[in-house]
């Protein structure tokens, strides 16, 4: 066994793999980038070294500075997390040519796997069985319209070197064709360095079912399955284990192919075999195709560590090291269910936009498994991807697991920045969801329901306005004249203000919220408003005040001397809704647009976002140029007054 590994990534896989190292007694070596001094994997690793400057490019994907840096501190192996350089088949070649072990499959596997197309065509030789659609070298526009013609409307665009949902793009109609072909060229020309595309037909009722593998080099077992159908934008939300609804056939079906898979390559180490299933006449052994092979551990590899009990980084290091796979295919077995949500910095009402900011308060409860990289204090920068942690349960029924993590979710405090956490919690409630009915089209049918804001009880307001004045402590207390002093306070929750008032009355309060009056008491921990417990809790912190629960929900109290005068055009500005790269310009000063028209096209955190016209109108200005960075709020384009 390796006495020191390095780890080429940061966030919560870089603290995930130290946390197994740890436990197996191997010393860890953390790389980070001048964003991160103060990360937390720098602090829980047991020698970190510093690569070079905030973007990726600079710090996280220079190879040469990892192996240097490796070499520099002793350490015999390398594990490259996921995302980054983890299946950069050339960072492999260049850790063995330096006399280091990398903690993955080899550069051989990951070329084989890295381009869709020709993955497909391997996976069709070794008789697993893949989508209808165009694999091929040529990628002139005319001759891909045509493909996606005779494969048949609606069809999926996707990077022939990519993954995660970039570079792809789903066209419905012919029409819309060479607009998303070009959106989706040049998104996989950025995140990748390779703007080929392939066609391929898309399934009305998709599911995504992908196998956990592990191999050898030699021989490979299976898993077993994960369900990530639970998506948005191509981007996995909700991850379970077992799929609901499988059966013991198809289960056998897949898990085969994914070995068979495995086995062509020549496959060491964790990896993760994706298949589209046809869902709409339920699971069938012959309604499955192979997708893509992701050739490194999967971010929702928690849930099958805990239907299977194996510890898949543990077994990354022992067959990295020389060991034969741990355990044989009829050894493992299934018990009970799993869940994973991961917990986004991301804004809902705004679609779902990354955002950035510092993590003011952020607790989570006891009996869920929870996997971050951030702890309170620590800042979501536009750096990297805005992941806050990812939150695991389990139960011996789907049902029990479900419960389990709604309860845990409930109980997540977060403060200090925009989150999905209210999001996670009504897809758990999502009746639909609830009863195993998935599939990839599930959130975007549902989404009003599923981001409509929950009517705000007052009792919740009046909590707030307890905790801002300090009423656990005691308050203000005082009198005016003969009667008790009323102290009055204003919180804003977006653009609704609440006036609120409140009084002392012997031991307890009196309070009004926009002329609803309650009593309150604080006792045995808890406060009691309108004779009912509150088990909700609040924080305050600066002039923000956090009421924790179902929902969450954050207030601020504005300053009565600071007035904010505001200006602009009101849909005639389009600003940056966050920092990021202007990747290109579409209109120039003059030309004349319609509402949702294109204007330009904003790259943050990985994503490219689109901004359109907010109305009719003139271009006045163009305020940037592609290849800008621009800040979150910064003005990109006006257009002519109305």
């Given at each position: 066994?390796?006495?020191?590994?390095?780890?080429?990534?940061r966030?919560?896989?870089?603290?995930r793999?130290?946390r197994?190292?740890?436990?197996?007694?191997?010393?860890?070596?953390?790389?980070?980038?001048?964003?991160?001094?103060?990360?937390?994997?720098?602090?829980?690793?047991?020698?970190a070294?510093?690569?070079?400057?905030?973007?990726?490019?600079?710090?996280?994907?220079r190879?040469?500075a990892?192996?240097a840096?490796a070499?520099?501190?002793?350490a015999?192996a390398?594990?490259p997390g996921?995302?980054?350089?983890s299946?950069n088949?050339?960072?492999v070649?260049?850790?063995?040519?330096?006399?280091?072990?990398?903690?993955?499959p080899?550069?051989?596997?990951?070329?084989?796997?890295g381009?869709?197309?020709?993955?497909?065509?391997?996976?069709?030789?070794?008789?697993?069985?893949?989508?209808?659609?165009?694999?091929?070298?040529?990628?002139?526009?005319e001759?891909?319209a045509?493909?996606?013609d005779?494969?048949?409307?609606?069809?999926?665009?996707?990077?022939?070197?990519?993954?995660?949902g970039?570079?792809?793009r789903?066209?419905?109609?012919?029409?819309?064709?060479?607009?998303?072909?070009?959106?989706?060229?040049?998104?996989?020309?950025?995140?990748?360095?390779?703007?080929?595309?392939?066609?391929?037909?898309?399934?009305?009722?998709?599911r995504?079912?992908?196998?956990?593998?592990?191999?050898?080099?030699?021989?490979?077992?299976?898993?077993?399955?994960?369900?990530?159908?639970?998506?948005?934008?191509?981007?996995?939300?909700?991850?379970?284990?077992?799929?609901?609804?499988?059966?013991?056939?198809?289960?056998?079906?897949?898990?085969?192919?994914?070995?068979?898979?495995a086995?062509?390559?020549?496959y060491?180490?964790?990896?993760?075999?994706?298949?589209?299933?046809d869902?709409s006449?339920?699971?069938?052994?012959?309604?499955f195709?192979?997708?893509?092979?992701?050739?490194r551990?999967q971010?929702?590899?928690?849930?099958?560590?805990?239907?299977?009990?194996?510890?898949?980084?543990?077994?990354?290091?022992?067959?990295?090291?020389?060991?034969a796979?741990?355990?044989?295919?009829e050894?493992?077995?299934?018990?009970g269910?799993?869940f994973?949500a991961?917990?986004?910095?991301?804004?809902?009402?705004?679609?779902?936009?990354?955002?950035?900011?510092?993590?003011?308060?952020?607790?989570?409860?006891?009996?869920?498994?929870?996997?971050?990289?951030?702890?309170?204090?620590?800042?979501?920068?536009?750096?990297?991807?805005?992941?806050?942690?990812k939150?695991?349960?389990?139960?011996?029924?789907?049902?029990v697991a479900?419960?389990?993590?709604?309860a845990?979710?409930?109980?997540t405090?977060?403060?200090?920045?925009?989150?999905?956490?209210?999001f996670?919690?009504?897809l758990?409630?999502h009746?639909?969801?609830?009863?195993?009915?998935?599939?990839?089209?599930?959130?975007?049918?549902?989404?009003?329901?599923?981001?409509a804001?929950p009517?705000?009880?007052?009792?919740?307001?009046?909590?707030?306005?307890?905790?801002?004045?300090?009423?656990?402590?005691?308050?203000?207390?005082?009198?005016?004249?003969?009667?008790p002093?009323?102290q009055?306070?204003v919180?804003?929750?977006?653009?609704?203000?609440?006036?609120?008032?409140?009084?002392?009355?012997?031991?307890?309060?009196?309070?009004?919220?926009?002329?609803t009056?309650?009593?309150?008491?604080?006792?045995?921990g808890?406060?009691?408003?309108?004779?009912?417990?509150?088990r909700?809790?609040?924080m305050?912190?600066?002039?923000?005040?956090?009421?924790?629960?179902?929902?969450?929900?954050?207030?601020?109290?504005?300053?009565?001397?600071?007035?904010?005068?505001?200006?602009g055009?009101?849909g005639?500005?389009?600003?940056?809704?966050?920092?990021?790269?202007?990747k290109?310009?579409?209109?120039?000063?003059?030309?004349?647009?319609?509402?949702g028209?294109?204007?330009?096209?904003?790259e943050?955190?990985?994503?490219?976002?689109?901004?359109?016209?907010?109305?009719?109108?003139t271009?006045?200005?163009?305020?940037?140029?592609?290849g800008?960075?621009?800040?979150?709020?910064?003005?990109?384009?006006?257009?002519?007054?109305?």
């Amino acid at each position: 066994m390796f006495h020191t590994i390095l780890i080429a990534n940061r966030g919560e896989i870089a603290c995930r793999v130290i946390r197994t190292a740890r436990a197996m007694g191997v010393r860890t070596v953390a790389v980070y980038s001048e964003a991160d001094a103060h990360a937390r994997h720098v602090e829980l690793a047991d020698d970190a070294v510093p690569i070079g400057g905030p973007r990726p490019v600079d710090s996280y994907l220079r190879g040469d500075a990892i192996i240097a840096a490796a070499k520099a501190t002793g350490a015999q192996a390398i594990h490259p997390g996921y995302g980054f350089l983890s299946e950069n088949p050339g960072f492999v070649d260049a850790i063995e040519a330096a006399g280091l072990v990398f903690i993955g499959p080899s550069a051989r596997a990951i070329r084989a796997m890295g381009l869709k197309d020709a993955a497909k065509a391997l996976m069709q030789d070794a008789g697993v069985p893949v989508v209808p659609g165009y694999h091929g070298e040529n990628q002139d526009p005319e001759h891909l319209a045509g493909a996606a013609d005779a494969i048949g409307y609606p069809v999926l665009i996707k990077a022939v070197a990519g993954g995660g949902g970039k570079g792809m793009r789903l066209v419905e109609r012919p029409g819309d064709f060479a607009d998303a072909l070009s959106s989706a060229q040049g998104e996989a020309a950025t995140a990748f360095g390779n703007a080929a595309v392939l066609i391929e037909k898309y399934i009305q009722q998709p599911r995504h079912i992908e196998v956990q593998v592990f191999g050898d080099g030699k021989k490979a077992v299976h898993l077993f399955e994960r369900d990530c159908s639970l998506q948005r934008r191509h981007q996995k939300v909700i991850e379970e284990a077992p799929a609901p609804g499988m059966t013991a056939e198809m289960r056998a079906a897949m898990g085969q192919a994914a070995v068979r898979a495995a086995e062509a390559i020549g496959y060491k180490g964790a990896g993760t075999v994706e298949f589209i299933v046809d869902g709409s006449r339920g699971l069938r052994p012959d309604g499955f195709w192979f997708m893509e092979m992701n050739t490194r551990l999967q971010v929702e590899h928690p849930v099958t560590e805990a239907i299977t009990g194996v510890d898949l980084v543990e077994w990354q290091l022992r067959v990295a090291a020389g060991e034969a796979l741990p355990r044989r295919q009829e050894d493992l077995t299934i018990t009970g269910h799993a869940f994973e949500a991961r917990l986004y910095a991301e804004d809902v009402p705004a679609g779902f936009l990354p955002a950035t900011g510092t993590l003011d308060h952020l607790a989570f409860p006891e009996g869920a498994r929870i996997d971050s990289g951030v702890r309170t204090g620590d800042t979501i920068s536009p750096w990297y991807d805005p992941m806050i942690a990812k939150i695991i349960t389990h139960g011996p029924t789907r049902a029990v697991a479900l419960a389990r993590l709604g309860a845990a979710l409930e109980k997540t405090q977060v403060a200090g920045l925009v989150t999905n956490l209210e999001f996670l919690g009504a897809l758990c409630r999502h009746r639909g969801f609830a009863e195993g009915q998935v599939d990839t089209g599930l959130i975007g049918r549902d989404i009003d329901a599923l981001t409509a804001e929950p009517e705000l009880p007052t009792e919740r307001v009046a909590l707030a306005a307890l905790a801002a004045m300090g009423a656990e402590q005691g308050g203000a207390a005082g009198f005016a004249l003969w009667e008790p002093l009323t102290q009055s306070l204003v919180l804003e929750r977006g653009e609704t203000r609440h006036a609120c008032t409140l009084q002392r009355i012997g031991t307890g309060w009196r309070v009004c919220v926009d002329g609803t009056t309650f009593d309150a008491e604080h006792r045995a921990g808890s406060w009691w408003i309108g004779g009912r417990p509150v088990r909700e809790r609040a924080m305050v912190i600066g002039d923000r005040v956090s009421v924790f629960g179902t929902p969450t929900v954050h207030f601020t109290r504005p300053d009565p001397l600071d007035v904010k005068v505001s200006g602009g055009a009101g849909g005639g500005v389009v600003l940056a809704p966050m920092p990021g790269l202007v990747k290109a310009v579409f209109v120039e000063r003059g030309a004349v647009v319609q509402l949702g028209d294109r204007l330009a096209s904003l790259e943050a955190m990985k994503m490219e976002h689109t901004l359109t016209a907010g109305r009719d109108g003139t271009v006045a200005e163009v305020l940037v140029t592609a290849g800008q960075q621009v800040e979150a709020g910064a003005a990109l384009i006006t257009l002519a007054e109305e």
